[in-house]
């Protein structure tokens, strides 16, 4: 098991965040990625509510999680903390430079063509949908988010995964479009469902929700993002 | 003067797209960089109201432009293309594993912690101006962007640049902070506007503007961008 209070690996993640957001925070795509290669960490907890201390900005300047320090390198940003992972596991990502450059296109892919438009989307369906402007802004960019979904389901073509063998880029992909899983978009989705289905079923994906959920602890109502 | 109908390594961009988009069409960030390490390189240009030919989505599965191909490997997502060259010079990416880490953070940031909630800005203000719900829409949108732009001058603290030395990490931030310049937005973030300017002066970066300018030919009327 992955998780251990002895590991030199340390993730930030969160504590109390509201229900909505169980299964979603970042520190997720880390925990999933460690899993998969059975390396050990360690998570430093912040209470989702309350601003993050002044020096935890000098390891994440936004002040979200996840963090990353395995006591030989400090990263922030999902992005670059898979990919210095997969640089270190064959499992993650392929050496093969055409192997490689594709599953790199489609780690950046998730994260700058695809998961913009879906967080627009959330955004104003769910932490602004008291707003005046909301529900009319909101079928226009879900129609950004289907031609995604469109562009995509082409994308991916019969094959299991974006870039050859499962690599971080699926592991950026699949938690991405669990983003998308309050909309009920996928109905008109299948072979992008089926997708997201084949990650949310590996163990290791599944012992990485179970720990960040035990990690988040009893949900709080609804509100901003932390 | 890398252009050069000979290279081998590829470029794609655009024809004839709305002036409002000329400096800002994303293959300006891996011109930038080529020019930055004086590698020859050639365009394929698409016209940009026109749907791209079914074999670029091979390519770039989203239409969009820059892919790259270098007749070694083939990329798309302006981000992998500049983690690419930057592991082929170190005027680009540093190979010390802390300095590249912060590198790669940072590139990371500037594309899905800030450029996100930029182009959700744009998109409001400038292509979906004549909506009823944008201009309700854009003040708290502006105020996502507000609180990155604080939380960016923090990070800055009087360096240079983000990551130690200029890196692709900040080709892919100062062109991100481009896409606020029709804002004013910079009026209240000196520094920000400060290192946006460092970046803007370089030679490199002149160049690369000059050629895609030129590239995209004649500005056509405003719309939605390609």
Redesign the interface.
Request: aromatic letters at 8%; zero cysteines.
């Given at each position: 098991m992955p998780l251990d209070a002895k590991a030199d690996t340390v993730v930030s993640a969160l504590r109390n965040t509201p229900e909505f957001t169980h299964g979603l925070v970042r520190d997720l795509r880390v925990r999933w990625a460690l899993e998969e290669i059975g390396r050990p960490y360690r998570t430093e907890l912040f209470e989702s509510m309350t601003p993050r201390p002044a020096a935890y900005?000098q390891w994440q300047?936004?002040?979200?999680v996840p963090a990353f320090n395995d006591g030989?390198?400090?990263?922030?940003?999902?992005?670059?903390i898979l990919?210095?992972l997969g640089e270190e596991d064959e499992r993650l990502l392929p050496c093969e430079?055409?192997a490689r450059?594709d599953a790199?296109?489609w780690?950046?892919?998730a994260?700058?063509?695809v998961?913009?438009y879906i967080?627009?989307l959330m955004w104003?369906d769910v932490f602004?949908s008291g707003?005046?402007?909301?529900s009319?802004?909101s079928p226009?960019m879900r129609e950004m988010v289907r031609r995604?979904l469109d562009?995509?389901t082409?994308?991916l073509r019969g094959e299991e995964w974006f870039a050859g063998d499962f690599s971080v880029a699926d592991i950026a992909m699949v938690t991405v479009l669990r983003e998308l899983d309050y909309t009920g978009l996928f109905a008109d989705y299948p072979k992008i469902a089926a997708y997201k289905a084949r990650g949310e079923v590996r163990p290791a994906f599944r012992r990485a929700l179970a720990d960040q959920i035990a990690d988040l602890g009893e949900p709080i109502k609804l509100g901003e993002p932390a």
């Open positions: 900005r300047p936004f002040g979200q030989r390198v400090r990263l922030f940003e999902t992005g670059a990919l210095h430079p055409q450059g790199v296109s780690l950046f892919a994260l700058n063509s998961e913009p967080m627009q104003a602004k707003e005046s402007w909301s009319e802004a226009a995604r562009q995509l082409e994308a």
